[in-house]
């Protein structure tokens, strides 16, 4: 008979966020643990709310089916004493196995007998496998953990019930002081505790005491919901993905309503009303048919419509008082000009190990423009990037980041238009934060984009500088996404940007007198390797093939664009036909090339040649050295590649390691010149050729 | 909303309900302190193995929160009614709704949720896992189960509730303001406090004496940490208590730098976490008096030599 199993654990209020990672979690080790214990279902459903994780099991086998299984014993020798009676040795073994010596055969393995046996084990019962999903229970993780009262048992939250319902039969275990029943709790205030007669009853039970246990009914109810009001009122409410999930883990019995707020708040920028309601309230901001905020929001109590006057009227409240400051903070900041901002930041610190944040801007200002210049931006563009660079922090001094902290970049482009800066400025002081995250959206405008690296460049190197360098999961500062976030914004951009760029930059701050007192310099190559690190993360995650990517990050090219499109051509080429052949050539030039002893490298000299290998692959190689600065790398590729025939040959006829020195240092010379040509494309060695 | 409780009124009921609870009803600790949390009753008390249930009224001192009364919301000093109970009893979060049910607020009226909110307070070692409590969206207390006081891992844990008074009064009496709650018989809450928020904001901002109080700070450490190496853990608490209020002065005066900020906060969080140590071996000393099972008490007394 097919049964279903009912598993409820009850908690006190877990994290919204954890709640949806948390039933997966649960549902995959229940999936695993029955799989392991071989007993047949056919499906587990879901069910989640802030105060518990449950699931249904249904289709579930009366038992493990049986097994018949072969066990071997020791050797027959071992087996049969002298006298050919069972020694100590096989009536250990049999009863070990619960069954007795006349169960003995032989069977050969290798040459020699072994005892076996035939073994029957009894499948268990699914009452006793469902029983230990205890350990299932108890070995979920969470990202927090605690302790309560006396245990030292660690969970998410307090337990406080657990149901485990096979059809109508409890069945028992404990955690700590809890043992299973079948008794479930229903809404906090408006429903009470019930005794389920059946494991199927659970859902429709916990609906009768206004709980949707069912995560996905109760977002589509709020959706719903929403979506009604919105229709009533002719607005138009967006559903931020992010804040539905939440508002749907924070509420058993979702009754969604709305509020308002004094229209005099409109005056203030639209992403501070919009911070306010959705971050800090958890509320849904709501637009008229243009697009247009309107002097509203909706909510979503975690009940019933009883009193929801109440309800309105206290988050009503808490938002003009959060708004109120909020207007405060607008009228209070723009007294102050950018200059008066810009003058605090002489005090305040960057890091202290290194500078304050007016020392940062003006760093970043001669790099902005030691690059701008080198990616070919207009003089406009400088002298834009160069305005916004001495200024781009200003808004952290002011009162509406120091409340609202998230805002940083987005205030700083508002008060930039309200004090009369040109668009182009003020856009680039919101873009320099971006990426945001991992993957988060990249600066729209060019001059946006250069101060986004600067910024960022300035950061790493400084830090390293500072001996802050991040190691393992140690990176406090974040650099590590900072680095992404520059190798993104070239890569898109299609900029080069390489480490004599990075060189270059440090030198014009020397130059500029605005240093930090920091050995940056020797920090280059560091910094250098730690973008690459990113650029290797980044392929990987897009799937290049890991030889591709060690022959990418193991080259010398420092420029982080290169080294993308060079990942692209090797990719492209790997199913040529003659790409092993290619590749077998070009790195035979790359390993004799190592031999060279670097100091006695010198131009090739064509009166040493004694074959025409030699001064073909000589015409060969300058040929590839005259163009390497013009070719883009899919074309510098086909050029090396047609090197081939010219490389084979010369092995053919030449014999590097001559036994005269001078002729096998010429030889060995202009193989470390095409070396040197080679690498370009990468550390060719580490490629996997079949 | 039935009855519009006063502030006296809502201390009055919050006292009765929790000394109904089994908690000492403790007065407020008389040394300066930013929080509820950093009074003796919660803080050493939460260390050790001995239970403690304890409720008690705690005046909080930020200085770099105060506005000149001209904030409606915003304090120099504002008023915490704390309750802590170890070991954390079972059903905790129905105390507590019971005790909003006293207060003339009804869950079924409004709309209550435990939002998660995880605390933590570097300087003095501390961390717990909980939540902000919202009503009809505001928060009026924090509930937190203590995981680690002093950096000692908590055995067994405390929970710990905090009222934020003004606001739950705010709420009750329906006031924008607080300078407009009602404080008891007709006086209002900025008949008493509006003169002493002013002039603790322009102390705090402009005219606090900041050589005299970083050579204060220097000398609090000093005494406690000799009277740590004493053995009186009391009065060493008192100095680091004084070092911490000291230290919040000279930060809302501007007059400590980002490196300078660290630096203090890692002097207080190391004397807070010796004091820690200190006192459990001192409760030790006295034979865990507050354990009333006595084989635990033999038990606890006899082992852990090896646990610090």
């Known amino acids: 008979m097919a049964h279903t199993f009912l598993l409820e654990i009850g908690l006190e209020e877990m994290p919204a966020h954890v709640v949806t990672p948390s039933i997966k979690q649960l549902v995959q080790k229940t999936r695993k643990y029955l799989k392991e214990q071989r007993i047949s279902f056919d499906d587990i459903t879901p069910f989640s709310t802030p105060r518990r994780l449950a699931i249904q099991i249904s289709g579930l086998a009366d038992k493990q089916p049986d097994i018949d299984k072969e066990v071997k014993g020791p050797a027959k020798k071992i087996a049969l004493d002298k006298d050919g009676n069972w020694s100590k040795a096989a009536q250990g073994f049999t009863r070990g196995q619960g069954v007795t010596v006349d169960d003995i055969t032989f069977k050969e393995l290798k040459g020699t007998d072994y005892v076996y046996v035939e073994k029957h084990i009894a499948g268990q019962s699914v009452e006793t496998v469902l029983a230990g999903l205890k350990d299932v229970v108890t070995g979920m993780t969470f990202p927090t953990m605690m302790k309560w009262g006396s245990y030292h048992f660690e969970y998410i939250r307090p337990i406080k019930w657990l149901v485990a319902l096979l059809d109508d039969k409890v069945i028992p275990f404990q955690i700590l002081d809890i043992k299973t029943d079948r008794q479930t709790r229903g809404h906090r205030f408006l429903g009470k505790t019930i005794v389920l007669k059946n494991a199927t009853d659970y859902e429709d039970a916990l609906t009768k005491q206004f709980v949707v246990a069912d995560a996905k009914k109760r977002k589509s109810e709020i959706k719903t919901q929403i979506e009604q009001i919105a229709s009533d009122n002719n607005w138009v409410i967006k559903l931020n993905p992010d804040l539905l999930e939440e508002v749907t883990n924070l509420v058993e019995w979702p009754t969604a309503f709305t509020g308002s707020f004094d229209e005099k708040y409109l005056t203030i920028p639209d992403e501070v009303l919009i911070t306010s309601m959705r971050d800090h309230q958890r509320f849904f901001y709501v637009l008229d048919q243009d697009g247009k905020l309107l002097p509203h929001f909706v909510s979503v109590r975690n009940g019933n419509a009883d009193h929801i006057q109440n309800v309105v009227a206290g988050n009503e409240r808490v938002l003009a008082a959060r708004l109120s400051d909020a207007m405060f903070f607008y009228q209070e900041d723009q007294k102050l000009t950018i200059d008066d901002y810009v003058e605090k930041l002489k005090s305040v610190s960057f890091h202290d190990k290194i500078s304050t944040m007016y020392e940062k801007m003006q760093r970043v200002a001669v790099i902005a423009a030691n690059l701008g210049q080198k990616l070919g931006l207009t003089d406009a563009q400088i002298k834009d990037v160069v305005r916004a660079a001495h200024i781009y922090k200003f808004d952290l001094v002011t009162g509406m980041v120091g409340e609202f902290a998230e805002l940083q970049g987005v205030m700083g482009e508002k008060y930039a238009l309200l004090n009369g800066e040109n668009p182009v400025v003020a856009q680039a002081i919101r873009e320099h934060y971006m990426p945001i995250s991992a993957d988060g959206d990249l600066p729209e405008s060019t001059v946006g984009a250069v101060l986004a690296i600067a910024d960022k460049l300035d950061s790493i190197l400084t830090f390293f500088a500072a001996g802050m360098i991040p190691s393992g999961s140690n990176d406090p500062y974040a650099l590590r996404r900072q680095a992404t976030g520059i190798v993104r914004i070239v890569r898109t951009n299609k900029w080069h940007l390489d480490q004599e760029m990075v060189d270059a930059a440090i030198d014009a701050e020397t130059s500029a007198n605005v240093a930090p007192d920091l050995d940056q310099k020797a920090q280059v190559k560091a910094v250098g390797g730690f973008l690459k690190d990113r650029i290797k993360v980044t392929l990987l995650g897009e799937k290049v093939k890991h030889d591709v990517v060690d022959a990418v990050i193991g080259g010398p090219n420092t420029d982080l664009l290169d080294n993308f499109t060079i990942a692209q051509v090797l990719s492209d080429h790997q199913n040529d036909d003659d790409f092993k052949g290619t590749i077998e050539a070009l790195t035979r030039v790359l390993r004799i090339a190592q031999k060279a002893d670097k100091s006695k490298v010198t131009a090739v000299d064509t009166s040493l040649f004694d074959n025409d290998s030699e001064p073909k692959l000589k015409a060969a190689v300058d040929n590839v050295a005259q163009q390497a600065s013009e070719l883009d790398i899919p074309a510098y590729y086909n050029v090396l590649a047609a090197l081939k025939p010219v490389i084979n040959d010369y092995f053919d006829a030449t014999m590097v390691m001559a036994k005269d020195e001078k002729v096998k240092n010429n030889r060995l010379s202009q193989l470390s010149q095409l070396s040197d040509l080679i690498l370009r494309m990468g550390d060719l060695n580490q490629l996997i050729v079949k | ?308």
């Open chain 2, 1 to 308: 909303m039935t009855k519009k409780l006063s502030m006296q009124q809502i201390i009055l009921t919050l006292q009765q309900y929790w000394s109904a609870q089994g908690c000492m009803l403790m007065q407020a600790y008389d040394t300066e302190k930013g929080a509820g949390t950093m009074s003796p009753y919660t803080f050493l008390r939460a260390i050790g193995p001995e239970p403690w249930n304890a409720a008690y009224v705690e005046p909080s001192r930020r200085p770099a929160d105060g506005r000149y009364a001209e904030n409606p919301n915003r304090l120099y000093q504002h008023h915490q009614f704390q309750v802590v109970m170890k070991p954390s009893p079972e059903n905790i979060q129905d105390l507590y709704l019971n005790s909003l049910k006293e207060l003339g607020i009804d869950p079924l009226e409004h709309d209550i949720r435990f939002v998660e909110d995880n605390w933590e307070n570097p300087s003095m070692g501390c961390a717990g896992v909980g939540w902000e409590v919202w009503l009809d969206g505001m928060e009026v207390s924090q509930f937190t189960y203590f995981q680690i006081v002093g950096g000692l891992e908590v055995d067994p844990v405390t929970s710990e509730i905090t009222y934020g008074l003004e606001r739950l009064a705010s709420y009750i009496q329906d006031v924008d303001s607080v300078f407009d709650l009602e404080w008891g018989d007709g006086v209002l809450y900025g008949d008493i406090f509006r003169e002493p928020e002013i002039e603790h904001s322009t102390y705090g901002f402009e005219t606090s004496n900041q050589k005299m109080l970083m050579q204060m700070f220097d000398d609090y450490e000093g005494e406690a940490k000799k009277q740590i190496a004493n053995g009186l853990v009391h009065p060493a608490y008192d100095y680091i208590l004084k070092c911490s209020h000291t230290f919040n002065l000279l930060d809302a005066r501007g007059a400590v730098s980002v490196t300078e900020r660290a630096g203090y906060l890692s002097r207080i969080r190391r004397m807070a976490h010796s004091v820690a140590r200190a006192f459990v071996a001192k409760r030790k000393e006295f034979g865990f008096p507050l354990i009333k099972d006595e084989k635990k008490r033999q038990a606890l007394l006899k082992d852990g030599e090896d646990k610090k």
